[in-house]
């Protein structure tokens, strides 16, 4: 589209939205077929189609949705996030319509910052009107299922969530008739995660996580740095609009306390029902999980062969490791372990950013050592193994592979196109080009596209490579 043509459209629609008539703003753009791969036109179509709805079944809802996730790449722009806002509050999602507000106040640079805080106090006020912490009577129910199974509460934390929600965490001493500390969280089943339909037969959409640690030489330094671990995890679902259920793993890449090298964490169900569910008033069922500290190399374990593998390699150390001691021996420690502080678990969803392609194939550079990438490439499978193992078509390989010229077939290996993404999240807006392409970071650290349709990978001139 040329200059002229832009501006023409821009000055019209800026008339017509000041007179209110938002349909004639969405029959001016989509009347030309090249609107749609312009931004700022397309952010002032997705704002009329917005404009126009009011129910979340309205078809102008799913266009302005269509349009917005169309440009993955305005994820840190204001207003783009203003608007994906309003998509989720007229859906009724006030808590992910709250979290893009927040973050689109955070980034401003858009016109209506003042509009998008007086949606945010709308939010936050219906949430509050929606119940999303425990009324004083299912605290107290709460509260009364805590000491009746762990003890008597001898401190809480106390602590908010991003909108200041209640989460806070219960502390229970060791006495004569047991050995461990327990801490219990206490608000954060009251926000109903979202589980995504297929896993909400075996997985409950309430849940409190508690925590066992021995008494033995935990000072109160120490116990703090497991609150806010603990208070951490407890957010997660929260602030990601996600859910945590068993066998899931966490980890923030640092140590959990001064005592040893643990860094990470698995949820387990491993309680009866009749001892880990408690039933609040108004129908609530509330999940309590257990959480259990571990080190980076027994979570990589996990990774790669499953929990119920990775309990048993813990039972069967030699030194009969006790998952409540925070000092125990690491089963799975390796000399010359390349594991270090990547975050393995699917920290943050992109998956909308992918077409629910789930795998890829990365180098150990990558998915082990946390290095950036510096070579991607998407490959059409003919065979159906391959295309089946790797979903998405994505190779990844890493930086100092690539300016070395030392790229290992050996170390490729299928992950989820998720991990990588949590890693290297620059990759992002380059995950729906079409097959056969290539893409290398150039020296100043910025990725360029490469057509290989009718080129060879050898004939890629060495000045793209950082």
Same mark, same amino acid.
């Given at each position: ?179 461990c500390i327990f801490f219990v969280t206490i608000g954060m089943g009251a926000y109903k995660m979202n589980i995504p339909p297929e896993y909400q037969k075996n997985n ?59 860094? #990470?964490?698995?949820? %387990? *169900?491993? !309680? ?6 408690? =039933?609040?008033?108004?129908? &609530?069922? @509330? ?115 690539? #300016?070395?010229?030392? %790229? *290992?077939? !050996? ?6 196109? =998720?991990?990588?993404?949590? &890693?290297? @999240? ?41």
């Open positions: 589209m040329d200059k002229k043509t832009k501006d023409y459209i821009l000055e019209k629609a800026n008339e017509l939205y000041q007179e209110g008539n938002h349909r004639d703003i969405i029959k001016l753009i989509t009347e030309n077929e090249e609107a749609s791969t312009d931004y700022d036109l397309a952010f002032i179509l997705a704002r009329a189609y917005i404009d126009c709805c009011n129910y979340a079944d309205d078809d102008e809802l799913e266009l302005a949705e269509a349009i917005l996730l169309g440009f993955p790449e305005k994820a840190n722009n204001g207003g783009w996030q203003y608007l994906i806002a309003r998509c989720r509050h007229i859906e009724g999602n006030l808590v992910d319509a709250a979290r893009h507000l927040q973050f689109a106040i955070s980034l401003g640079g858009f016109e209506d910052i003042d509009k998008a805080n007086e949606l945010l106090e709308m939010c936050e006020e219906e949430i509050a009107e929606n119940s999303l912490s425990y009324t004083d009577e299912q605290r107290s129910e709460i509260i009364s299922y805590i000491e009746n199974r762990f003890g008597k509460i001898t401190r809480i934390y106390k602590d908010k969530n991003p909108l200041g929600l209640p989460i806070d965490i219960a502390r229970i001493d060791s006495d004569e008739n047991k050995v409950f959409e309430h849940s409190e996580i508690q925590v066992s640690v021995l008494d033995e030489e935990i000072d109160d330094e120490v116990c703090e740095d497991v609150v806010a671990y603990i208070r951490a995890v407890a957010k997660f679902p929260f602030e990601h609009n996600v859910w945590i259920g068993n066998a899931h793993v966490f980890s923030n890449g640092k140590p959990i306390t001064k005592l040893s090298d643990i860094n #990470a964490s698995i949820i %387990v *169900d491993n !309680t009866p029902s009749v001892l880990s569910i408690c =039933n609040l008033s108004d129908e &609530i069922n @509330v999940k309590f999980y257990n959480m259990f500290f571990i080190y980076s190399q027994e979570l990589e374990y996990r990774i790669n062969f499953g929990a119920k593998a990775m309990f048993e390699k813990i039972r069967e150390s030699k030194n009969n490791s006790n998952l409540y001691d925070l000092q125990r021996d690491n089963s799975c420690d390796k000399p010359n372990s390349r594991y270090t502080n990547v975050l393995l678990c699917d920290e943050i969803d992109y998956s909308e950013y992918f077409n629910g392609s789930e795998r890829c194939a990365a180098s150990k550079n990558i998915l082990y050592d946390g290095e950036r990438v510096g070579y991607m490439r998407r490959f059409d499978f003919s065979d159906e193994n391959m295309a089946k193992a790797n979903d998405s078509g994505w190779i990844f390989i890493s930086e100092s592979e690539i #300016a070395n010229h030392a %790229v *290992d077939p !050996t170390s490729i290996e299928i992950c989820s196109l =998720n991990t990588i993404c949590n &890693i290297d @999240v620059q990759i992002i807006p380059y995950l729906q080009m079409p097959y056969e392409t290539v893409i290398v970071r150039n020296r100043s650290g910025n990725f360029e596209v490469i057509q290989t349709n009718n080129q060879n990978d050898d004939d890629i001139d060495e000045k793209h490579l950082s």
